[in-house]
């Protein structure tokens, strides 16, 4: 069965420090893995898209990573700000199309002043 | 900017009433989808539309049906509402293999 599991289920840190949040996939065939961030009450947005051949991707101060052999990848906020609390959901897509896609069920993040 | 569009954010319905969930985008985008996240389940597909008229069940379709007459518009229907319908309902489009986008989602009570 196809599942995605994002760790940890929730953090805390205060403002200016740096996260990692971390997606296992045992998605199969592989396509992309993308992270998305859903502020509460809204819909996922898009952060990163990311196929099998690209091991990293940033976008402002998020960087995805990819380990295609390991199936991980990891989500890393630098400089994080009060904006950035919000859910963030690893998702991967075994193929062509979207409408298969395999969604974790987030990690919460707080950031506290 | 890709838009998509529900039209309601919240809404509280009774047990047995017919419920009506639109979508519309404006990008011209092939595929819609309808998901529902509940808390420690993650999203769910219910049904996606991959051209006008054209429907395929996603992962959990009881209970619910769809109607996309338009290549912009994309409805979900509760034919007779429940409680354990009661979650967050998302929209999403896309082109094939292409970014989702996804709509800021309806909160529905069913009472």
């Known amino acids: 069965k196809n599942q995605v599991e994002q760790s940890p289920q929730s953090l805390i840190i205060l403002e200016g420090k740096n996260c990692t949040l971390q997606?296992?996939?045992?998605?199969?065939?592989?396509?992309?893995l993308r992270w998305y961030k859903q502020d509460t009450g809204r819909g996922p947005v898009s952060l990163t898209i990311?196929?099998?051949?690209?091991n990293t991707k940033s976008n402002g101060r998020y960087t995805a990573t990819l380990d295609a052999d390991t199936k991980q990848s990891s989500l890393h906020i630098t400089a994080s700000q009060l904006s950035d609390s919000a859910s963030y959901i690893c998702?991967?897509?075994?193929?062509?199309?979207?409408?298969?896609?395999?969604f974790g069920t987030g990690t919460r993040l707080t950031i506290i002043p | 900017d890709v838009k998509v569009t529900q039209s309601s954010r919240y809404l509280v319905k009774r047990t047995g009433e017919k419920v009506f969930l639109e979508c519309v985008q404006d990008?011209?985008?092939?595929?819609m989808f309808w998901y529902r996240q509940d808390p420690g389940l993650g999203l769910r597909l219910i049904y996606f539309?991959?051209?006008?008229?054209?429907?395929e069940k996603g992962d959990i379709p009881e209970g619910y049906s769809v109607s996309r007459e338009k290549k912009e518009r994309f409805s979900l229907i509760l034919e007779s509402a429940s409680t354990n319908q009661t979650s967050m309902y998302l929209c999403?489009?896309?082109?094939?293999?292409?970014?989702?986008?996804f709509g800021a989602g309806t909160r529905l009570s069913v009472l």
């Open positions: 999403a489009s896309s082109i094939p293999d292409g970014g989702v986008y």
């Open positions: 997606c296992n996939y045992t998605v199969s065939p592989f396509s992309n």
């Open positions: 990311m196929t099998f051949s690209e």
């Open positions: 998702v991967v897509s075994p193929n062509f199309g979207n409408e298969k896609l395999t």
């Open positions: 990008m011209d985008h092939e595929n």
């Open positions: 539309s991959y051209d006008v008229k054209m429907k």
